[in-house]
């Protein structure tokens, strides 16, 4: 089974910070690499996929990057809204498997 | 407008079963793969299970395999999934989830999930 191991797991950011998660399979998924956000009490959002594509509605300052085993997920400037949990997930084989996540909180 | 309702959740004794449903509308379901994804309370996302939009490609956790069995009826727009010999840690909400595609894993619309506790 491919593990994704994200960092870090819980981040303190402010209003207007450049965030950035990152995400590392065990081994290489190519772009097979997809990222959602999750505000409690709600289900998870798909944000970005195949490594970098940006989901319809998404706002720009999300971006995904990289291609094998690490990827990127950043926040250009963050929003109030932003403050949420993240999660990666590879598309590449079975069994699908998520990152562990990563909680964005206020600073 | 997408739609995925759940339902069939509740409280359960361990080694019992539970058959969980997902109703959709405002999509063509029999174009789509589907999926089940679980989260324990206060722990991250876990992938259940999927299925193809034509049945031929069924995929399992390691944590489920053997108990759990998904299925899909596209004439009644319905997923479901089977699960026998609950066991504690199969706690969790479950979500029901749209694939994007025919085939993979790719997640673009989600239900609010139904809620399974497994205790005695």
């Known amino acids: 089974d491919i593990q994704m191991t994200q960092s870090p797991s819980s981040l303190s950011a402010s209003v207007g910070d450049r965030v950035t998660i990152t995400c590392r399979a065990s081994?290489?998924?190519?772009?097979?690499l997809n990222w959602y956000q999750q505000k409690p009490g709600k289900a998870p959002k798909l944000l970005i996929y195949a490594a970098s594509s940006l989901e319809s509605g998404v706002p720009s300052r999300f971006s995904g990057s990289g291609s094998g085993t690490d990827f990127t997920l950043t926040i250009s400037s963050l929003q109030p809204e932003d403050f949420a949990s993240y999660y990666c997930?590879?598309?590449?084989?079975?069994?699908?498997?998520f990152g562990q996540g990563t909680k964005v909180e206020i600073k | 407008e997408v739609q995925l309702v759940e339902s069939g959740g509740g409280l359960v004794q361990p080694g019992r079963s539970l058959r969980l449903s997902c109703v959709v509308s405002?999509?063509?379901?029999?174009?789509?793969?589907m999926h089940w994804v679980r989260q324990a309370p206060g722990k991250g996302l876990e992938w259940v299970s999927g299925i193809s939009w034509n049945s031929g490609s069924i995929g399992y956790a390691d944590s489920v395999k053997g108990r759990f069995t998904i299925s899909r009826d596209n004439a009644k727009k319905s997923l479901y999934l089977q699960m026998n010999s609950l066991r504690a840690e199969d706690t969790a909400l479950y979500y029901c989830?749209?694939?994007?595609?025919?085939?993979?894993?790719?997640?673009?619309?989600w239900g609010q999930g139904t809620l399974v506790t497994v205790s005695s």
């Open positions: 997930q590879q598309s590449y084989s079975i069994p699908r498997t």
């Open positions: 405002g999509f063509t379901f029999d174009d789509y793969a």
């Open positions: 081994q290489s998924i190519n772009r097979y």
């Open positions: 989830a749209k694939d994007r595609n025919r085939e993979g894993a790719l997640f673009d619309y």
